[in-house]
């Protein structure tokens, strides 16, 4: 007898934040849904495997439910390019699709995600395509922003600072602007933009109180202030803090 399509229960889509790095900030709920999700996609370059499942090798160690997400590009164009932005989009129609076929057989499909989904999450890419026909749940987690400050010992902000998080792909003049408006800052995607980072923050008034953390809560994790790193290499797993001064009883 054929099944009714109204009896058929599809699968749920999970983004699940996999933390900063350090496997022991995982959240009870990602552990959970970790365990025992049948389809568990993750993001990564070709050859190499991507954070979100280096975090999971702590928890996980079945294969057969890896499902690899392969970019056709990371930092090979600019991200504005007219060829980066036509692949990423022709990458992330195609994984939705893929991902649809499993959770229209009724499995459920957990992406890995480093720090939080929500939060510059690759993730985001594939929620906007599947949200409206699959069931789909969040679990938040530990951003990277925050186990670096946490790692550093730097509060962030006090009384009523606020904090601004700019990527350091902004043109140098809207960096300077956003700085100068600003109590608290963390400039992200930092890579080869590090230099005019620097310069922006100088122009701020800011860079005796910028704090360079590469690799925060990984192994190789290194935080110095940034006046006294000697060069201009930042890796793509780096930021610069700027922690506010405000009020404080």
């Given amino acids: 007898m054929q099944a009714n399509a109204a009896d058929v229960t599809t699968g749920t889509l999970y983004g ?71 692949a990423l989009a022709r990458f992330y129609d195609d994984a939705a699709g893929q991902l649809a076929d499993h959770l229209g057989a009724g499995r459920d499909v957990a992406i890995l995600s480093e720090g939080d989904p929500f939060f510059y999450g690759s993730f985001m890419h594939l929620w906007r395509r599947l949200k409206d026909r699959f069931p789909v749940e969040v679990v938040p987690g530990v951003t990277g922003m925050s186990g670096c400050w946490t790692r550093a010992g730097t509060p962030i902000t006090w009384g009523d600072d606020v904090l601004t998080i700019l990527p350091a792909t902004l043109p140098h003049a809207v960096l300077v602007e956003r700085l100068r408006g600003t109590d608290a800052a963390v400039v992200m995607k930092l890579g080869r933009h590090l230099p005019k980072v620097r310069i922006a923050l100088s122009e701020a008034g800011l860079l005796a109180r910028a704090v360079y953390v590469e690799r925060g809560t990984m192994a190789g994790e290194r935080v110095v202030p940034l006046a006294e790193k000697p060069d201009d290499a930042a890796p793509y797993f780096s930021m610069v803090l700027v922690p506010g001064e405000g009020r404080r009883p």
């Fill in 16 to 86: 699940v934040g996999m933390g900063p790095g350090e496997p022991d900030y995982l959240t009870v709920r990602a552990l959970r849904v970790l365990g025992r999700a049948p389809v568990l996609a993750h993001f990564c370059k070709k050859g190499r495997r991507g954070n979100a499942r280096t975090i999971a090798d702590a928890v996980v160690s079945d294969p057969a439910r890896e499902f690899p997400l392969v970019y056709p590009y990371t930092t090979e164009l600019p991200p504005d390019h007219p060829d980066y932005v036509a």
